[in-house]
Nanobody
Framework: QVQLQESGGDSVQAGGSLRLSCQVS????????MGWSRQAPSKEREGVAA????????YYADSVNGRFTISQDNAKKTLYLQMNSLKPEDSGMYYC???????????????WGQGTQVTVSS
């Protein structure tokens, strides 16, 4: 299993920005689709953003589209999530994840790290 290490979570006021990072131990067949999911205490886990490395296609949840940007640095084996105009409903534990493929919408992923906490105050 690929090892994933998330970082960058913090507490921020509404309207602020954060940049999450995910260090990937290695690229293989299981990392063709990479991205982020999140879970708030009162909500189910939801896919946030995904990047299909094979094609470069990106996918975003409607709730974050236009505010979040997913990107990667292959040389550093790092995945990023730039989060702007943060809202209180963006609060939750954010997980980096991988799959062999992307399927048109951000998945919750079957392989993920231990997460990084994001708290947005109103």
């Amino acid at each position: 299993q690929v090892q994933l290490q998330e970082s960058g979570g913090d507490s921020v006021q509404a309207g602020g920005s954060l940049r999450l990072s995910c260090q990937v131990s290695a690229y293989n067949y299981f990392t063709n689709c990479m991205g982020w999911s999140r879970q708030a205490p009162s909500k189910e886990r939801e896919g946030v953003a995904a990047l299909f490395r094979s094609t470069g296609s990106t996918y975003y949840a409607d709730s974050v589209n236009g505010r979040f940007t997913i990107s990667q640095d292959n040389a550093k084996k790092t995945l990023y999530l730039q989060m702007n105009s943060l809202k209180p409903e963006d609060s939750g534990m954010y997980y980096c994840g991988t799959l062999p493929y992307c399927n048109g919408v951000p998945p919750t992923f079957g392989n993920w790290g231990q997460g990084t906490q994001v708290t947005v105050s109103s």
